[in-house]
């Protein structure tokens, strides 16, 4: 898990796209890649999960940097992380 400032935001804009479904019904059933997509939703959950503590401890860590703080909060939005 990542320590610094600078490595939590990374690590979130890395991770927030596969903490996020993709594809529909269709896409995920009847396309080519449809195992690819099913697949990456099989893992969403688990990257939600991580991304909420990585959230948590930012807003620990960076409550007084209110800069990074709203990036921050921008990928808990994203999440619908409260």
């Known amino acids: 898990m990542p320590n610094t400032k600078e490595d939590i935001l990374k690590?979130?804009?890395?991770?927030?796209?596969?903490?996020?479904?993709?594809?529909?019904?269709?896409?995920?059933?009847?396309s080519d890649a449809g195992w690819e997509i099913k697949a990456h939703n099989l893992l969403v959950p688990i990257?939600?999960?991580?991304?909420?503590?990585?959230?948590?401890?930012?807003?620990?860590?960076?409550?007084?940097d209110k800069r990074k703080l709203e990036e921050i909060e921008q990928y808990a939005k994203q999440l619908k992380i409260k």
């Open 47 to 64: 990257w939600q999960i991580t991304c909420e503590q990585i959230i948590m401890k930012a807003r620990f860590s960076m409550k007084e």
């Open 11 to 30: 690590f979130l804009s890395l991770v927030v796209p596969r903490a996020k479904k993709t594809g529909n019904f269709f896409s995920s059933n009847f």
